[in-house]
């Protein structure tokens, strides 16, 4: 098992002096017994009141209390120290509770309100000795979720989406009375940031997400949540002659693929891929139809906008870390069959339109978004001889490489203040100009300033503008 930092056992030793005890619980105990290296800490103090605790605290570093009324505190980036609580359900939502601190408090009753056994196993730093009054070591033997509670864990819906990441994230099972008790549950009281924060997990720390989204769906919470992945179920694929299953089949696939090509990429753009990869079928409820004994979806890719949109906005996902991902995700929901397309007039496809198509969005992006979405029609009940493979992507990549384009368009070469410089006084004119030859750079007719301003110099006097307004 981790050794807990030094800082915990210091801590825990002064606790211990002022005739307390501090024991570790929740996820970093459970990730410890489970061999992986926890990232943050959580710390209950019994014995010890709030006051006293606070000052005992200040000792080791800057204390941020979450909150006073039920004494949480932080300590560092990486530990959360708080007494045990008395909770109690007085409205809806995560906000509807009473909550008390209380020291004396049996280890059995506070942590009978966790959610899961798994997370309701302590640690005492000093001794390693462990804490589990509902035998949460056994569930994780036996990779199983079971709810601590049937009274105390219905009063926060978000449980119903965290039983799911948690068991995409560790693979894990979750006991049918908890599943029994999740699809009962109302989930309408929970705010956007919430979902998003479960569904970012997710996404993004399971190996294989589709385990989680099918999770979902048992747990009654997609169709209460997310309207426009629920739309999926039920819809068939194009590709009659293709056993892949329903879009949803599909689109769990492509997830699991996606999330294979994003360990490279900056956070914001794991979110664009993953979200991208997820959405990328949202158009499909409302254009498939049976045509001349074959299913298709024309137009998809567009119609994929509008529930695109939705659904980001009932998320309130827009930008991070600076980078507007609202925006990329629509682009590469809308352009997800291009790298297809292009592969298939590539004899015909100009330099110019892989530089227009990289100001909608970043091509690397959008060629793992269609890299996905080809691999994800692979699946193991799938005959080997009917298995795509990724040639059209790899041969887009590689183009967009070869034009410098795989992450940005090209910078313009001429500037406003070329145009200055050639006599143009300040007016609309700078920028229709710009962009003049800006489409000319873009279709390789203009390769270096000189030419662009040998170009704007030409259409300055050919439409008489000399150097006037």
């Known amino acids: 098992m981790h050794q807990a930092p030094g800082k915990i056992r210091a801590l825990a030793s002064a606790v211990r002096e002022a005739g307390g005890r501090a024991l570790l619980v929740g996820g970093c105990v459970r990730d410890a017994l489970m061999g992986r290296a926890p990232k943050d800490w959580d710390m209950e103090v019994y014995g010890v009141e709030p006051a006293r ?9 800057r204390v941020d209390a979450v909150g006073e009324a039920f004494t949480v505190y932080k300590l560092g980036h990486d530990l959360d120290v708080s007494l045990p ?4 359900k007085a409205g809806r ?3 509807g509770f009473i909550i008390e601190g209380d020291p004396s408090m049996s280890v059995a009753e506070a942590t009978r309100r966790r959610d899961f056994c798994v997370n309701a196993i302590l640690r005492d730093p000093l001794t390693d000795e462990l804490l589990d009054p509902y035998d949460g070591r056994a569930d994780l033997e036996r990779r199983l979720l079971r709810a601590v509670s049937r009274e105390t864990f219905a009063e926060d819906s978000l449980r119903v989406l965290r039983a799911a990441q948690l068991a995409a994230r560790f693979e894990f099972d979750i006991e049918t009375e908890t599943v029994e008790l999740c699809r009962s549950i109302d989930l309408s009281d929970l705010p956007a940031e919430r979902i998003w924060g479960e569904l970012e997990k997710l996404l993004l720390g399971a190996a294989r997400p589709s385990v989680g989204f099918r999770w979902l769906a048992k747990l009654n919470a997609t169709p209460q ?14 590709y009659d002659w293709h056993p892949e299953g329903d879009v949803d089949v599909h689109t769990w696939l492509t997830v699991d693929r996606a999330r294979e090509l994003i360990d490279d990429l ?3 753009k794991q979110v664009v891929l993953m979200l991208a ?3 990328h079928d949202f158009g499909k409820p409302a254009t498939t139809e049976f045509v001349d004994g074959r299913t298709r979806s024309r137009g998809h890719d567009e119609a994929g906008v509008a529930p695109t949109n939705a659904f980001l906005e009932r998320l309130k996902i827009f930008t991070l870390d600076g980078y507007d991902v609202r925006a990329q995700v629509v682009e590469l929901v809308r352009a997800h069959l291009k790298p297809g397309e292009f592969y298939l007039k590539r004899a015909e496809i100009s330099e110019g339109a892989f530089r227009r198509l990289a100001r909608r969005c970043e091509l690397d992006l959008l060629y793992r978004v269609a890299r996905a979405d080809t691999l994800g029609r692979n699946a193991e009940w799938v005959p080997r001889e009917l298995w795509f493979d990724a040639v059209p992507q790899e041969w887009f990549i590689a183009r967009a490489r070869e034009l410098a384009v795989e992450t940005r368009p090209p910078a313009p070469l ?9 006599g143009l006084k300040p007016s609309p004119r700078i920028g229709e100009i710009t962009r003049v030859v800006y489409e000319m750079q873009l279709d ?5 300033l000189e030419e662009a301003r040998a170009v704007a110099a030409e259409l300055i006097g050919r439409e008489g503008d000399g150097g006037g307004a």
Do not use: D, M, N, W
Not at 225 to 237: M, N
């Open 444 to 448: 390789g007719r203009v390769r270096t």
């Open 277 to 279: 990869a997820l959405c």
């Open 93 to 95: 939502g995560h906000r």
């Open 53 to 61: 605790l606070r000052a005992l605290l200040e000792k080791f570093g």
């Open 414 to 422: 001429l500037l406003g203040r070329h145009l200055l410089e050639l």
């Open 85 to 88: 609580r008395r909770e109690r």
């Open 225 to 238: 949540l997310f309207p426009e992945i629920q739309a999926l179920s039920g819809v068939p694929q194009e």
């Open 266 to 268: 900056p956070y914001a």
